[in-house]
């Protein structure tokens, strides 16, 4: 019987200048025993944003083995790998080293998922547009200081944004991302050390994630409306019975735009796109309206003879009728 790892995890650090170059040439593999790519555009931005500021993105586990020469396919790019006799295979953060390969790469930036630039002007990633805008440099050029340079010299009229896009070129090759490497033969252990990454402990609901980035200021929390408040004040008040998180949160969400399952992470960013009617709320009061509507809701089914929760085939309908008594004048 296996009883571990023969050796301890060596931790160090990649520059990120390093990780791409690793996984261009093939030295860096996905195990078979990977789930495909699944990130979006929307989550290889948020990745790159956390780069631009100097977030941390979280840490690399590495299986030091030998790897055959073979043809790969690492999200948009083909790569010619070599026989190597210690590739890193990676055993957790396939998602983040995918993004970073092909949105840094001329030919991986030609998907749709990584084809990004840096706008020199909001200091944020975006979606490249369609022809080339000035303002907007690739990140295959970013990541390139002679292209960098190359970029400026064509566009002299974004001069002015030299030294922020210089920086920022210096800052992306030298971002250090931790890494363990685990030298092990036994694929089992690995398999077991990837299961137990992956799908031990509970995982954040979309309501305490939703709560956790719109929690407010620490010292305010006294007075600060919560999702947990709302469903007690219902309780309370007019003896509904426990109304879950998750319909008091999506009852908000209806209240401000018709997508409940719209992402949730920019709800109260004025510059976020989509079907939203309050624009300018802050979380607040968008809180308070969401419950006052809530309420209507509530009151109008127990005034057709639905007394309690219990007793709704759907807790959808409770959704849709917030939107309605939100918008009903």
Do not use: C
């Not at 719109?214 to 109304?243: C, K, P, W």
Request: avoid cysteine; aromatic fraction near 10%; charge should be negative.
């Amino acid at each position: 019987m296996n009883s571990g790892l023969e050796t301890r995890p060596g931790a160090t650090t990649l520059d990120l200048d390093d990780l791409v170059e690793l996984a261009w040439s093939g030295q860096i593999r996905v195990p078979h025993f990977q789930r495909d790519f699944r990130w979006t555009r929307q989550d290889v931005i948020r990745l790159f944003d956390s780069i631009v500021k100097r977030y941390p993105v979280g840490s690399l586990l590495l299986w030091r083995r030998p790897a055959p020469a073979h043809r790969l396919t690492l999200g948009a790019l083909r790569i010619d790998a070599p026989q190597v006799d210690q590739a890193l295979w990676v055993v957790d953060g396939q998602q983040r080293v995918t993004s970073l390969a092909n949105a840094l790469h001329p030919d991986g930036a030609r998907d749709p998922r990584f084809n990004l630039g840096y706008d020199v002007r909001d200091d944020r990633i975006v979606n490249r547009p369609v022809t080339d805008d000035p303002y907007v440099i690739p990140l295959p050029t970013l990541f390139d200081l002679a292209k960098v340079l190359d970029w400026f010299a064509t566009y002299p009229e974004v001069g002015d944004y030299r030294n922020r896009a210089f920086e920022l070129a210096k800052h992306l090759r030298q971002f250090a991302i931790p890494a363990y490497q685990v030298v092990q033969d036994d694929m089992l252990v690995l398999r077991q050390i990837f299961d137990r990454m992956n799908n031990y402990g509970k995982r954040l609901s979309r309501v305490e994630i939703f709560s956790a980035l719109n929690a407010g200021n620490e010292s305010d929390a006294e007075h600060t409306l919560t999702i947990d408040q709302i469903a007690d004040h219902v309780e309370d008040e007019f003896g509904f019975g426990r109304i879950d998180a998750d319909t008091v949160l999506r009852a908000i969400l209806a209240r401000r735009g018709p997508d409940v399952h719209r992402e949730i992470r920019f709800e109260f960013d004025d510059n976020r796109r989509g079907d939203l009617e309050f624009r300018n709320e802050d979380r607040d009061s968008a809180f308070v309206a969401g419950e006052e509507a809530l309420v209507r809701a509530v009151r109008f089914l127990q005034s057709i003879g639905v007394p309690h929760v219990a007793l709704l085939a759907y807790r959808y309908l409770l959704v849709v009728l917030t939107r309605v008594f939100a918008h009903r004048t």
